[in-house]
C-alpha cells in the first residue's frame, strides 16, 4: 500500500504526457466527427441545423434545471460512498471531480483516465489510496447495478417500446447479456477473492505457456490480491458504515442516472413532440449499457451510432442529428469543457487543497 501511495503521490503527474493527452483529445473529436457524418449518410440528412425552439426562455430553464440536477447527483453519490466508507472530504472539494471525471473519462479508451485522475485528486485532499479507490469502484458498481437491472426490466415490462425491428431485437437480444454482467457483478461483490482466484490461475497459465514471465505474474497476481484486499475492505467498510450515508450514495445514483437518461426526452418534449418518457428512460439506459463496452474515447462515434439506432423511431429523421447533438453537448460536451477549465486550476502543481 505505502508503495502504491507513493508512486501516486510522488509522481505528480496526472497530465503524463503532454502529447499523448492531446492525440487522445483529438481521436475523441475525430470519432465524435465521423460518428455525425456516418448518421449523416445513413439518413442521408444534413448537418443538424439549430431550432430556436430549445433557446426559448422555458426550454433554457428547464435545461439548466436537469443541468443543476444532473451535476448535483453526480457530485452527491461520491461524496456519500466517501462518507459510508468512513472519509470526511469536503463537500467543495467533490464537486471539481465532477467535471474531471466528465473530462478524463472522455479522453482515455473505457474512461481508465477518469478512475485514475480522481484516485489522485483525493488523494490530495487526504484520502488514502485505497479508501478513494474504493469509492471511485463503488460508485461506478452503484451505477452499473443500476444499469444492469433497469435494462431488462425495461425490456420486461415493456417488450414492444421500440419500433423499429432492428432496435427491438437488438434491446430484447442484450437483455440476456445485462442478466450475466449482473449476476457477475454480484459475485464480485458477494465474492471478490474467487475472481481474484481465477485471475491468479489465468496467469499461471500465461506463465507456463510462455505469454509472460515468471516475475511479472507474480508481480500481477501480487496486484490483483492487494486490489482484491482493498476493495472487498471498502465496500465491507461501505456496507458496514452509515446507513444513512449509504442510502443516501443510491438514491444519490438513482436520481443522476434518471436525469441522465431523461435528457433525450426532455430535448423531444421541448421540439413539441408527443414523448413517451417512459420509453425514453428504458431506451437509453440500454444506449448507456453499450456505452461501456465502446472501446473509443468517451464512446465517440460509437455513442451517437447506437442512440441513433435505437432512438430513430422515436422522431423524424430531420430531428434525430440534432437530439443526438444536444444528448451529447449536455451530456458530454458541455462538462468536458468546464472540466478543462477546472482541470487547470486545481490539478495544476502547486495548486491549493482544501
Do not use: C
Not at 501511495?5 to 473529436?29: E, H, T, Y
Not at 426562455?57 to 434545471?65: D, G, K, T, V, W
Not at 426490466?153 to 417500446?161: G, I
Amino acid at each position: 500500500m505505502q508503495d502504491k501511495d507513493k508512486q501516486i503521490a510522488g509522481s505528480g503527474r496526472i497530465w503524463g504526457k503532454p502529447a499523448a493527452w492531446f492525440l487522445s483529445a483529438m481521436f475523441f473529436v475525430g470519432m465524435t466527427a465521423a460518428g455525425f457524418a456516418a448518421l449523416s449518410a445513413i439518413f442521408e440528412e444534413a448537418p443538424p441545423r439549430f431550432d430556436a425552439r430549445l433557446v426559448q426562455p422555458e426550454a433554457l430553464a428547464s435545461i439548466l434545471l436537469f443541468l443543476l440536477v444532473y451535476f448535483a447527483s453526480d457530485g452527491l453519490r461520491l461524496y456519500f460512498v466517501l462518507r459510508a466508507v468512513g472519509e470526511r472530504v469536503k463537500i467543495r472539494d467533490i464537486f471539481p471531480l465532477v467535471f474531471i471525471n466528465i473530462l478524463f473519462s472522455n479522453v482515455t479508451p473505457l474512461a481508465t483516465g477518469g478512475g485514475f485522475a480522481q484516485v489522485w485528486y483525493l488523494q490530495r485532499h487526504g484520502v488514502p489510496v485505497g479508501a478513494s479507490a474504493a469509492a471511485t469502484t463503488i460508485r461506478t458498481i452503484l451505477a452499473m447495478l443500476a444499469i444492469f437491472t433497469v435494462s431488462p426490466l425495461f425490456q420486461l415490462l415493456h417488450p414492444d417500446a421500440s419500433s423499429g425491428g432492428i432496435a427491438r431485437i437488438t434491446i430484447q437480444s442484450l437483455s440476456g447479456v445485462i442478466v450475466l454482467y449482473l449476476v457477475g457483478f454480484i459475485l464480485v461483490l458477494r465474492r471478490p477473492f474467487w475472481i481474484a482466484a481465477l485471475v491468479e490461475k489465468f496467469l499461471g497459465s500465461a506463465s507456463r505457456f510462455g505469454l509472460i514471465d515468471k516475475e511479472r505474474q507474480e508481480q500481477w497476481s501480487a496486484a490483483v490480491r492487494r486490489e482484491t484486499a482493498e476493495f472487498a475492505d471498502g465496500f465491507a467498510r461501505f456496507v458496514r458504515g452509515s446507513r444513512r450515508a449509504a442510502a443516501a450514495a443510491v438514491i444519490s445514483t438513482l436520481v443522476f442516472l434518471l436525469t441522465l437518461f431523461a435528457f433525450p426526452a426532455l430535448l423531444l418534449e421541448l421540439l413539441h413532440y408527443d414523448v413517451d418518457w417512459l420509453t425514453v428512460i428504458g431506451t437509453l439506459s440500454v444506449v448507456t449499457f453499450l456505452m461501456y463496452f465502446a472501446p473509443t474515447p468517451g464512446g465517440a462515434g460509437f455513442a451517437e451510432l447506437a442512440f441513433a439506432g435505437l432512438m430513430a423511431g422515436h422522431m423524424a429523421s430531420s430531428d434525430l442529428l440534432l437530439v443526438v447533438f444536444f444528448w451529447r453537448f449536455l451530456t458530454i460536451y458541455l462538462g468536458m469543457a468546464i472540466g478543462i477549465v477546472v482541470s487547470i486550476l486545481v490539478l495544476r502543481p502547486g495548486a491549493k487543497t482544501g
